[in-house]
């Protein structure tokens, strides 16, 4: 079987990705009678420059499509890049023979558009996977009544095409998965598989990155994006709170911790404000910068508890990190509105769920946490373990999706 796998972002292909697609690309690539193609942009996002690939290490087909440097997350260059790659990657696909299914994301808007246009044209079977729901996330930064209505129509339209032309839709969450079906007549159902991780890496840098931490620390954790959607600022009021609340104190003592330090491993538009927020807020805190996903787990597992706190009204849903925290084991103090996230915490009493943008709900969530006995604590990280190992491992999740394209 030829399949032929586009999606716009994959991260550096140097090694040290946690990629949906460059795993799900290497379980099908394992039958010897499929044809694997990976077809992705030559640009990294995370690092604004052209991606540090070493084709080497992958057995599958990977085809680079041209698209232009930009220089921030929201700007118009990214839009002309969007566009360009749009284009190259329209000319690639017209010179290509037809595959037999094409395994297509969402974002980037043109790349599921041209894709899907493309699919229709030749006849080809057309999956989409529903990564982020694009232009609807850029509501929060930009959400001008009439205006933004105007502004985003173009780009609804187009994705709508794109969702309306599969003939499998797949997506990361339930929530995004019947944001597809709302335009679309063909499918009868959807597949809802979390982005997740493959556990058995996972695990391996548990172990071969663990960070020493001085046993009197408590680690509060953050994995991601530091730009408009999350809401660090709050964690550093919250812990402030904790700092400044005798009570808490003692409860922090009592847990066999002196202090508190915010571990915020990440970058973005955002991360010199939240930086300076945090030491106006006095607290401990650890800004990494971006670090190799390896390295990341390997801080991230040292933590004793995570943090998921997203702004009101963003359109987030099961996003990476709450994989990862998962994965981690770690109870998490969780702000995302989502029904379905909040729902997962709420059942598997792995965490609170807190009111957005509110640092007292987050700060009460802390305190609650300190509270419990050592084994309560323990409990609720096992439990948050669980979670992953049900929902969220690679291993036993992604088999949906290769049945789902294999099938004839």
Not at 130 to 159: C, G, H, M
Not at 198 to 220: N, S
Not at 320 to 343: P, S
Request: aromatic letters at 10%; hydrophobic letters at 35%.
């Amino acid at each position: 079987m030829d399949i032929l796998v586009v999606a716009h972002f994959t991260g550096e292909l140097d090694g040290n990705d946690n990629s949906r697609f460059l795993d799900l690309c290497e379980i099908l690539h394992k039958n010897p009678e499929n044809n694997v193609e990976l077809v992705t942009s030559d640009f990294s996002h995370m690092t604004k420059t052209k991606k540090r690939a070493n084709l080497s290490l992958f057995p599958y087909k990977i085809t680079f499509i041209t698209a232009p440097r930009y220089p921030t997350n929201v700007c118009v260059q990214r839009l002309v890049s969007h566009h360009e790659f749009g284009n190259n990657l329209k000319k690639y696909l017209n010179g290509r023979k037809s595959p037999d299914v094409i395994y297509c994301a969402v974002p980037s808007i043109s790349c599921a558009y041209e894709t899907a246009k493309y699919a229709k044209e030749r006849h080809v079977r057309f999956i989409i996977d529903v990564q982020d729901i694009w232009p609807e996330a850029f509501r929060l930064k930009f959400n001008y009544p009439v205006v933004s209505d105007l502004v985003f129509a173009p780009f609804t339209a187009r994705v709508n095409f794109a969702y309306a032309q599969a003939d499998d839709i797949v997506a990361v969450s339930e929530t995004y998965a019947r944001r597809a079906m709302k335009v679309n007549k063909k499918c009868k159902s959807y597949h809802s598989v979390f982005l997740g991780t493959d556990f058995r890496k996972f695990d391996v840098y548990r172990e071969e990155f663990k960070v020493e931490k001085p046993e009197d620390e408590l680690w509060i954790g953050y994995v991601g994006t530091l730009g408009a959607s999350y809401d660090i600022t709050c964690v550093s009021h919250a812990i402030k709170r904790i700092n400044e609340d005798p009570e808490a104190k003692a409860l922090l003592e009592k847990a066999g911790y002196d202090k508190i330090v915010f571990q915020v491993m990440g970058d973005g538009p955002q991360k010199t404000e939240f930086m300076q927020d945090a030491k106006k807020c006095g607290i401990e805190s650890n800004f990494t910068g971006q670090l190799p996903y390896s390295e990341m787990v390997g801080r991230l597992c040292t933590c004793d508890l995570a943090v998921n706190p997203i702004n009101h009204g963003a359109a987030q849903s099961i996003i990476n990190k709450v994989g990862d925290y998962a994965a981690a084991g770690l109870a998490v103090i969780n702000t995302l509105e989502n029904k379905e996230y909040r729902k997962l915490v709420y059942d598997y009493h792995c965490g609170y769920n807190c009111k957005a943008n509110d640092r007292n709900s987050v700060a009460a969530a802390l305190k609650k946490w300190l509270a419990k006995t050592d084994e309560q604590r323990k409990k609720m990280g096992q439990n948050s373990r669980r979670l992953g190992e049900e929902r969220f491992d690679r291993s036993k999740t992604y088999q949906e999706l290769v049945d789902l394209i294999e099938k004839a």
